[in-house]
């Protein structure tokens, strides 16, 4: 007579970086991983991130800092920013259309953007420092990012499952890069305005960005040194928002204008 079978455990339940991946591909959204594997630090966190970027099946082409105001850690419950990965997928070129279906955030973030030139592995003296990690910079831009969550309240999963959901990464919105119309001494006092179907919406400086966009910068090279990464030559980054998240709903029209850097905009479709 056979052995009566035993009931298995369904393999992505096992698999937290699965679960973000098809959570991501059906556009679907659960409360929290599994107890069992679910992340308790920053450090689990980034590990599942990285088993994300590598299970998604495609090209990780960039990174993003996520709670880069005081206000924005207190919102989501965090002790400080969050590193995620970008992937090619999700950025976009300049004027182009950007779905909302699926997206629980629906908001809009102004923020700073910069191509890494160098490869920035750190040297055993410690931190780098904000004027090192400029000196590394190629070329600046601005960027609207459209943040998203595969958690259904993002505001209480906290900061490890955060991490692991790509720190709530969204698609992104690149502008045209330049070497000129910025400052790799300072960001902070750097205008930034939004535009939501033609009105201004919002305004703000780099200084919401951890104080100066240079700053944060600074602050990722080194998170992602500590936990067996690093910022490679080629790789975007986007700083954090310099502007409260501007609401959206289909078919606005966003515009974010950084002064002498340039504008980049988008359209929200369905």
């Known amino acids: 007579m056979p052995e009566p079978s035993t009931p298995s455990t369904p393999p992505a339940l096992d698999d937290p970086a699965s679960l973000l991946v098809e959570a991501w591909h059906a556009r679907s959204r659960i409360d929290a991983l599994p107890d069992h594997v679910r992340p308790r630090t920053r450090a689990d966190g980034y590990e599942i991130q990285r088993a994300v970027v590598a299970k998604s099946g495609e090209a990780a082409f960039g990174w993003k800092i996520a709670a880069t105001s005081v206000a924005g850690q207190q919102h989501i419950g965090v002790s400080g920013p969050l590193a995620g990965r970008i992937l090619a997928s999700r950025f976009q070129p300049n004027g182009s259309l950007a779905p909302l279906r699926g997206n629980a955030m629906r908001v809009a973030e102004a923020e700073f953007g910069f191509r890494i030139a160098r490869d920035l592995r750190g040297t055993s003296a410690g931190p780098l420092m904000a004027a090192e990690v400029m000196a590394a910079v190629g070329f600046a831009f601005p960027a609207i990012e459209l943040p998203d969550s595969r958690y259904r309240d993002f505001v209480v999963a906290g900061e490890a499952q955060l991490i692991a959901d790509l720190a709530c990464a969204g698609i992104v919105i690149t502008g045209p890069e330049t070497a000129t119309g910025w400052s790799r001494d300072g960001l902070a006092n750097h205008r930034v305005s939004a535009y939501r179907n033609g009105e201004l919406v919002a305004e703000g400086t780099g200084a919401n960005a951890l104080g100066d966009p240079c700053v944060a910068l600074a602050w990722l090279a080194n998170e992602l040194i500590a936990h067996g990464s690093f910022l490679a030559a080629g790789d975007i980054v986007i700083t954090g928002t310099c502007v ?25 479709t369905d």
């Open 244 to 268: 409260v998240p501007v609401p959206l709903t289909e078919h606005d029209h966003v515009t974010v204008d950084f002064g002498t850097l340039g504008r980049a905009s988008v359209v929200l």
